[in-house]
C-alpha cells in the first residue's frame, strides 16, 4: 500500500521554526523527485520546493526562498522540510507530493499555523 504521510505541523509565532517530514511507503521513494506544495484557506495549492530523487538537488519558489530548506534520506525513506523565518503568510495547509514520470502520490497534508 502506497503511503506518504506528513507530520510535524502545528502553532508558531512568528519568526519560529518548524520541520515537517514526508514518510514514504509502498513504493521506490529514492526512484522519486519530492515536491512540497501548500494551500492556505480560500487560496488554490502553491508549489513551495523541489527535490530531486538523488538529493542533490533543490528548487524553491521565491517566496520561500532562503528561509525553507528541503532534505531527504532515501535510505529511511523520509523527506523533510525545515522552515526557519516563519511568517504569518506561511500559514497554510502543507503536503508533500512524490513524482516519476507520470506516478504522482500525495500525503494527507499536516497544518502550519503561524500566529501570535
Known amino acids: 500500500q502506497v503511503q506518504l504521510v506528513e507530520s510535524g505541523g502545528g502553532l508558531v509565532q512568528p519568526g519560529g521554526s518548524l520541520r515537517l517530514s514526508c514518510a514514504a511507503s509502498?513504493?521506490?521513494?529514492?526512484?522519486?523527485?519530492l515536491r512540497w506544495y501548500r494551500q492556505a484557506p480560500g487560496r488554490e495549492r502553491e508549489w513551495v520546493g523541489t527535490?530531486?530523487?538523488?538529493?542533490?538537488?533543490?528548487s524553491y519558489a521565491r517566496s520561500v526562498e532562503g528561509r525553507f530548506t528541503i532534505s531527504r534520506d532515501n535510505a529511511k525513506n523520509v523527506a523533510f522540510l525545515q522552515m526557519n523565518s516563519l511568517e504569518l503568510e506561511d500559514t497554510a495547509v502543507y503536503y508533500c507530493n512524490a513524482v516519476k514520470s507520470y506516478e504522482t502520490y500525495w500525503g494527507q497534508g499536516t497544518q502550519v499555523t503561524v500566529s501570535s
Open positions: 509502498g513504493f521506490t521513494f529514492g526512484d522519486y523527485g
Open positions: 527535490i530531486t530523487s538523488g538529493g542533490k538537488g533543490t
